[in-house]
Nanobody
Framework: QVSLVESGGGLVQAGDSLRLSCAAS????????MGWFRQAPGKEREFVAA????????YYSDSVKGRFTVSRVNARNTVYLQMNSLKPEDTAVYFC?????????????????????WGQGTQVTVSS
């Protein structure tokens, strides 16, 4: 079992930056590819970014590519999402998730069904 707790959300203006953190506890953090997803009101959950177990590979949705950066510090059991140039359409609840430990060290899963553990989410609101 892996427990995930997100933090760092808040209310910002368009163009501002935020950094989300996700602290993991339980099993060996470095065994799990990690991802970020978001869900806006009335919309389905969507993939945002993923990082491989060893941190060497990352993958982003087209909507955030070039603005968001995912990173991890395995020694701290933490994954981050640096969000720059925020837009009102980035408003959503952001979730971090841990994928199966069976994936290779460089794999970056992007499908929600590939993730086994989820945090409770943190709200990000971007005003225009």
């Amino acid at each position: 079992q892996v427990s995930l707790v997100e933090s760092g959300g808040g209310l910002v203006q368009a163009g501002d930056s935020l950094r989300l953190s996700c602290a993991a506890s339980g099993r060996t953090f470095s065994n799990y590819p990690m991802g970020w997803f978001r869900q806006a009101p009335g919309k389905e959950r969507e993939f945002v970014a993923a990082i491989s177990r060893d941190g060497s590979s990352t993958y982003y949705s087209d909507s955030v590519k070039g603005r968001f950066t995912v990173s991890r510090v395995n020694a701290r059991n933490t994954v981050y999402l640096q969000m720059n140039s925020l837009k009102p359409e980035d408003t959503a609840v952001y979730f971090c998730a841990a994928a199966s430990s069976r994936y290779s060290s460089t794999y970056t899963p992007s499908g929600g069904s590939e993730y086994a553990y989820w945090g409770q989410g943190t709200q990000v609101t971007v005003s225009s």
